[in-house]
């Protein structure tokens, strides 16, 4: 009986976490350069990933800097509530259970 219960339990735990998908983020950062007063993509920017606990602080979840085309990338992020920051500002973000989500590009 005790071997059954057991088994129900990891069967239940597998399902769980079958039906949770981790999903890809990608962002670009882009606004107006006021050393050469252009606008375009911002390379080499800081990007941090961090989740919000149930108690309201914050945990790193990942981190990257933009590439030459002012993009970045996160893979595996599961659903849930999030705070990113770019450059040292944080934008509240709710990532779904989708494959692939985009993150609208943000004006610096």
Do not use: E, W
């Amino acid at each position: 009986m005790r071997s059954k219960l057991l088994l129900y339990i990891l069967a239940s735990i597998c399902l769980i976490s079958v039906n949770v998908r981790a999903t890809d983020l990608r962002g670009r950062v882009d606004g107006f350069n006021p050393f050469t007063h252009t606008s375009g993509p911002f390379p080499g920017i800081g990007v941090a990933l961090f989740a919000v606990l149930p108690n309201g602080s914050f945990t790193i979840v990942r981190q990257a800097a933009t590439g030459p085309d002012g993009m970045y990338y996160f893979t595996g992020v599961y659903p849930g509530q999030y705070v990113l920051q770019v450059g040292g500002v944080n934008y509240p973000l709710t990532v779904g259970a989708v494959p692939n989500q985009d993150i609208p590009i943000i004006n610096r």
